[in-house]
């Protein structure tokens, strides 16, 4: 084994090339590495045992990268001498990548500095104008194998702006508190005391400043949430907190001000603290994920356009017209709609029908935006401009521009109406009492049954919990956008499954053959012929037959369209469609290969999608609780297949265009189903976005999936059931810790409504209910997390 | 005891230090990658070196 893995990128070597007493798959791996010997630089290999990646073909895919219109948008700083560009480099993960990607000016001089951002996978670089240029750059990264990703998304005005605001609130929060503790702490204990007496005051209206930006910064989302909240009659979470706040805040200052009392700054900022702390944790996702793509992230920058006057000239394709000539290079995408005019076309369209099989264009057939050339040069005649090709159309759509969490109202938010209306009027009943009994004491338990009664730990259940979960998840590979994707993921009812890409894969198929058995040698002639065909149907069935010998054939002939012949000895073989074999048939909607010998029929090889492992199982746990639908943009050929496969009840549509998926989960929504959407292509975008919740499969997740709400990596597909558990658990952790936190409450209210609160006690309550809360989610979630672990 | 007053200055002094501390590394970024640094760190030693290290050159295949 030691032998035949490359030393480079750790592949299996199917041909050894020997170099420097080191084995390498292919000659761009070798490459790689004489670059890196040459500059000392081999230390990269120590770092991490193979490394890299193979360099890709890349000739004059970045000519754009020479025009100054585009170095202007892509970056971030220019003044003429010093450009800094920051790339997205999918290929980042290990330290050797680090260390490879930080020593770039001793590859290049030019260079000054280049600092990667690990987490976010891209690569920061300052370098000088007069020695290189960004062109030059973004090929050196590809020529070592770190390629930047750059898409029509990095092609837009404006700076990013890094949000910092809760860094900031959380840290003034925590100094506040810190400080208010300590000098707050001499009065819990010594009262009365002279020298305490002495500077009580200073000490106080010391405490006072410090929570006043505590009050007006930190706290301010709880006022502003809790006002939008009330004016759009809901009473939301955010109200009873932002009244505790203030009612903290208003009484001890009136406290301080007429020397009654100490005050409750300590339990105000700690509260705010504490708040913020949750909101932190559970802000955290994945910086190397994006959940927001459209098809901006797919598209390139710029295309080559020809004409007679100029030649081959690149272009921004928001510059393309109608009836502008495009060149695209193998491996390019086609940006918008058009026409093929010269050249063989072999498109994948995988990235928006799902679709994996090539498909055949000849000139004069129509070609649509988003699918990527797979065989040589082409040349097409643009028929629309980028917004309006078909693809792109989907985006104009309202779904992507509506906010899913607007129409959702979490499980704290409900409890929170209830608990709001509760301590009201709790506290309009105690206050009551205490006007008839002592009426001196009303205003100072009205305050303090508000103060105590303020849901820190209630809050604080949801974000903790969800937090810790999405980490779990992310371990195992499912990377959720946000908490309340857990809370929506646990109340589906419906779950809608795209078929191609999603319950198939995307890699392997399986063929049947139905007809007369083939004889040894038509066996070994059928595999040869296939042997010199480059179509994809003869190269998925020359997979999947067995070996055999080789032989050289007589004769060998491909017929475009149509079929392969080829001779060996007396044999006479012919592959490809019925009509080209000679065979009656009708045609049907599967895939087949017809085979003939000697102008004899033989027999036909149909080609069946093949599931993921575990769908049939999957199938069976989930029939039980949810509605399974399949919704396919594909024809009925996999029908009965699948009916064989899928419990029975599941619903299977096919035929459905990417405006039909979305329109059915619309029209089943308004019949009370909440969806849960599994899709991978473009082609769903729509469905994902107006599903409750949608997932995207993908089989590299740092690259291609269109926006949603989670990214499920396609080898944990079959584990699907057991996240949906997993979320419905947490829903009962949080519920568990809301049972929890009334009874601090209870115990609170016991102090409050007799008149008894003294702030130390306030001091104790607030943060054991708040730590115990954390502590328990934390414990409960990891509990959860390593039974999600385990099987 | 008015000792106090200069200690109480002398502590709020030093908290606002730390605080003004804190709030100029958010400013710069520091907060913004918290992975990269702590992996960059174990490499100075390969940075400054101008030579590769003999053991790269009989190192064997893995």
Redesign the interface.
Known sequence: M??STC?HCGDDCDTIIQFN???FCCNGCKTVYEIF?EN?L??Y??LQ??PGAIPKEIQGKYDFLSQENIIEKLTEFNDGNTQIVTLYIPHIHC?SC??IL??GNKLNPGISTS??????KTVRVTYDTEKTSLKEIVILLSSIGYEPYISLDDFKTGKEH?N?TL??KL??AG?AFG?VMFLSFPEYFEVGEF?LE??KH?FRW?MFAFSLPVVFYAAQDYFVSAFKGLRAKLLNIDVPIALGISVLFIRSTIEIIFDLGSGFFDSLTGLVFFLLLGKFFQQKTYSFLSFERDYKSYFPIAITKISSEEGETPIQVYEIKKGDRLLIRNEELIPVDGILINGKARIDYSFVTGESENVSKNSGDKLFAGGKQTAGVIEMEALKSVEQSYLTQLWSNDVFSKNKEDGFTTLTNRISKRFTIAVLSISILATTFWLFVDASKAMNVFTAVLIIACPCAIALSAPFTFGNLLRIFGKQKFYVKNASVIEQLAAINTIIFDKTGTITSNKQSTATYEGETLSTSEGILLKNTLRGSNHPLSRTLYDILDENNIITLNHFEEHLGKGIEASHNNENIKIGSASFVGSSEASVLNTAVHISTNNIYKGKYTFYNSYRKGLSKLFNKLKKHYDLVILSGDNEGELENLKKILPSKTKLIFNQKPDDKLEYIKYHQTEGAKVLMIGDGLNDAGALAQSNVGIALSENVNVFSPACDAILDASKFNQLYKYIKVSKSAIQIIKWSFVLSFVYNVIGLYFAVTGQLAPVVAAILMPLSSISIVVFTTIATNILGRKLARN | MSVIYILLTISIIVAIGFFAAFIYAVKSGQFDDSYTPSVRMLFEDELVKEKPKPTIKTKKTN
């Not at chain 1, 600092?115 to 976010?120: A, I, L, T």
Request: glycine residues 6%.
């Open positions: 030691d032998k030393f007493e080191k084995s010997s000392d081999t230390c290999y120590d045992s193979s330290s680090i260390w930080e020593n600092q990667v951002n690990f987490g976010k890094i910092r860094i900031y840290g003034i100094f400080n020298w002495q500077y200073l010391l």
